[in-house]
Structures are given as structure tokens and as C-alpha cells.
């Protein structure tokens, strides 16, 4: 026979000594967590128990009892994350046997083929491509862009990482060792360099006396005049 007196309720503490979060259980139910819910600290001294060899209907009551006085953070009322005013567990709802056979059926691998609720049911191209992204982490969030852009902030490459790139970027250690560029590459590349194509097409040299100097067309401001300056260009 099951003891009706297995019941107990929990708190989950803060490094400082106050709750965090309040909750009722059964055997080893307080050190876990469960889908959706708060997570318990890793030290498990930071786990005590408030009330234990409780009814369920009193470790209920007990629950709700606690979540009050303490008070919830979402609702602006104490510092505890429960998200409810607690006595909602399942562990008193009564399963139909439809139910319970379907859920075991589940669990033992039964849906495969025929019996999977997604047989048949091909992706689309969004969800192909979305799952796919996903894989290769382009759907990371800004949040999460910036937060590595910042950790690699003032890293810099050892001596010895800096002489295998070095050596990498020399001779047959460079991947492009060897690979020249076609014809069709190079008349591109110097057509781009000539006439229009070129981005200094038209621009003169302006210096401002200081040794600064910039290309534009016309005279950039006050105070310069044609020619070079001792700088390189901006």
C-alpha cells in the first residue's frame, strides 16, 4: 500500500539564505527539475525541506501557505520565482485509461510508421530552412551576437599562433598557392582600375597645409589648396 503520508514541501535558497523558489513533492522530486520549471541549485545544502509525512491536501495547503507569506516576484509581492500561487500539482488529477494507454504506448517507442502523428506529413521549405539554420547557429540573437563579439574584445593571438598563420600565409602552405587567376579574372580586375571604374576617376589632390590630404573633385573646404601633402591619403 501506498503511504498517503509521502508528501512534503521544499524551498530552494539563495547564497544568501532566502528562498528563491517554494514547492511540494513526493520521494525525490525536490532535487530535479521539469519542464518549464525553476531550477534547483546545484548545492544541495541550498535545498531544505519545510514540511515533511504530509497529506498531498497538506502539503497543498502548506504550498500556498508559504508562496503568501514570501510573497512572488512576477506579481511584484515578495522575492519568490514561482509563477503561481501554488496547490495546482498533478499528482491528484485522474487519468482517463485511453490516456494512460496512449502515454505508455509513447514512451515504449509504439508510434512509429503509420502510428507516428507526424507520418506521411513531409517539412515545407521554410521549415527546412529554418531547421537548418538553427544547426549551424545563424539564429543566434543580437543579444547573443554582441555578448561574443565582447568576449574576443582584447584577445590577442599568442607569438607561436601568430607564426603558424604567418608560415600558413607563405608559400605552399597558402591555400591559393599555385591556384593563378584566369584571364576572364585579370581584365576584370584591370578594367576596374581604369576610367570610371577606378573610385579615384576624377578626384584631385587637396592638402590643407598640415600635411593632410584628400581626393575629391572639388576643394574640400577653407584653407586647402591643390596638391600633396607629406600624409598618406584618407
Known amino acids: 500500500m501506498v503511504n498517503p503520508y509521502r508528501f512534503y514541501t521544499y524551498a530552494y535558497l539563495r547564497k544568501d539564505g532566502t528562498p528563491y523558489y517554494v514547492g511540494k513533492g513526493e520521494g525525490n522530486r525536490v532535487y530535479y527539475k521539469r519542464s518549464g520549471e525553476v531550477k534547483p541549485p ?7 525541506f519545510l514540511k515533511q509525512n504530509l497529506l498531498e491536501e497538506e502539503a497543498f495547503n502548506h504550498e500556498i501557505y508559504m508562496i503568501s507569506v514570501f510573497g512572488r516576484k512576477d506579481l511584484g509581492t515578495g522575492i519568490l520565482h514561482n509563477r503561481t500561487n501554488g496547490g495546482e500539482g498533478c499528482s491528484g488529477i485522474i487519468r482517463s485509461e485511453e490516456y494512460k494507454r496512449k502515454s505508455s504506448e509513447s514512451r515504449k517507442g509504439k508510434y512509429k510508421g503509420e502510428k507516428n502523428p507526424h507520418y506521411g506529413k513531409p517539412h515545407t521549405e521554410e521549415s ?4 537548418r539554420e538553427k544547426r549551424i547557429g545563424k539564429l543566434q540573437s543580437k543579444e547573443t551576437k554582441m555578448k561574443i563579439k565582447k568576449s574576443q574584445t582584447g584577445k590577442f593571438h599568442s607569438e607561436e599562433t601568430k607564426n603558424k598563420m604567418s608560415e ?9 598557392y599555385g591556384n593563378s587567376h584566369s584571364e576572364e579574372t585579370k581584365r576584370k580586375m584591370s578594367e ?6 577606378n573610385p579615384s576617376y576624377g578626384k ?3 592638402n ?3 600635411g593632410n590630404v584628400k581626393r575629391s573633385i572639388e576643394c574640400p573646404g577653407d584653407g586647402w589648396v591643390l596638391g600633396m601633402g607629406k600624409k598618406r591619403l584618407t
Request: one cysteine or more; aromatic letters at 4%; glycine letters at 10%.
Open 128 to 131: 527546412k530552412r529554418k531547421m
Open 192 to 197: 576596374k582600375k581604369k576610367g570610371k571604374n
Open 208 to 210: 590643407d597645409g598640415n
Open 42 to 48: 546545484k548545492d544541495r545544502l541550498r535545498i531544505i
Open 204 to 206: 584631385k589632390c587637396w
Open 168 to 176: 600558413m600565409r607563405q608559400g605552399k602552405n597558402n591555400p591559393n
